[in-house]
């Protein structure tokens, strides 16, 4: 008799597929017990460790004995014609599509059962262009943009950041599909017209469950009043949908911290080239950010976005350009925006990844901290200050 076929009279081979489905439930339920607080993060790779430790014996085990009406017994010990492991291997075959068809329908509530809109969460779309000319795509961005931000640091709101919902641009999906997508309660959307000097902005909340609006405003203004048109318009929706969630403190929208509309202007095309994450994409913004601030030098928000660029073609680039430039030119203009703004989310942020590329983790999770402080919705500070604090060098797995 061959080996392979030894293997299976034993039921060796049904009992390595058994074991690791087993193995796969324990550390499940050891993966639900730690996000519980019930057992330390700790004892995930013990659990592990064990568990590859006892495969092998496992499968040793089930080669040196067998299940028999008297008990266990060591197979050299049964006698010719009593061997019951053909019965013992379809038990073995029971308990192996039991498991693997639990586990399936689990996948499948997991991937495709849709939560509950979470009270209080809200996407902002991207408006669309109307302008008829596809460069001024930034500036309908830039607008949906500055809404999102003024949204994320309001207290009491979870917002979907633009990397989310910035996805269904040009779709024409119905704003329920939308709500069941990103599990938001409300959905705000709009359209953008910048023609002759003329800026025409219409904003609409909705309510992704039943897809009714729920409030709607349309602005119009010369170019040269944008900037007074973005401060009234974030502070209505800020307002509409505070009412509309039972917010009792509404934080007043930050002002931007630019006199120049073209300096605005220059920033929100930065904004835009960026987002594309490019080689040419992070050059033009860079471009757009030096305009900006070069026609407004206490515009903080550029100052910041330029340090984020400079640190970008670090990251992406660093074959092509100097990492000594970039990372100084990322210095030089975070100072200035915690000069102009020492509590400037973006800034902060800037300053907590300068930290980390030099190693110095316990000041850039300060830096972290207050960007959240900020701006309870900064999803990126979320991330990075996971990466710092569940580093090697920090070790606080469980936070």
Known sequence: MGVVSELRRRNVLRMAVLYVLAAWVVMQVAGVLMDLGALPATVGPWVLVALMIGFP???????????????????????????????????????????????????????????????????????????????????????????????????????????????FRGENLDIKEVGRALGVALVLEGSVRNENSTVRVVAQLIDAEEGTHLWSQSY????????????????????????????????????????????????????????????????????QFEEAVDLEPGFALAHAALAEAHLAKINSFKVRDGDAANLAAGVRHTKLALTLEPDLADAHYAMARILGIDGRFDE????????????????????????????????????
């Open 57 to 167: 014996i496992a499968l040793v085990f089930s080669w040196l004995f067998e299940i028999t009406p008297e008990g266990l017994t060591l197979e050299k010990d049964v006698p010719e014609g009593a061997s019951i492991t053909h019965i013992t291997g379809r038990r073995m075959d029971f308990i192996v599509i039991a498991v693997l068809s639990a586990g399936l329908i689990l996948f499948a509530y997991d991937k495709w059962s849709v939560p509950a809109p979470t009270e209080g969460s809200i996407a902002v779309l991207p408006f669309r262009n109307l302008s008829g000319d596809p460069e001024q795509e930034y500036f309908a961005d830039g607008i949906a943009e500055e809404i999102l931000d003024v949204l994320a640091r309001t207290p009491g709101l979870s917002v979907i950041s633009s990397r989310s919902s910035f996805q």
């Open 220 to 287: 119009d203004r010369e170019f040269e009043d944008v900037l007074a048109l973005q401060s009234e318009l974030s502070n209505a929706v800020v307002s509409a949908v505070g009412e509309r969630v039972g917010l009792t403190s509404i934080s007043k929208p930050r002002a931007p911290s630019v006199e120049n509309p073209e300096a605005y202007a220059a920033y929100m095309r930065g904004k835009h080239a960026i987002r594309l994450q490019t080689e040419a994409g992070i050059r033009r913004a860079i471009e």
């Open 364 to 399: 850039s999770i300060q830096h972290l901290e207050q960007v959240i402080r900020s701006n309870p919705n900064y999803s990126r500070a979320y991330f990075l200050l996971g990466s710092y604090v569940g580093s090697f060098f920090q070790g606080r797995y469980v936070e």
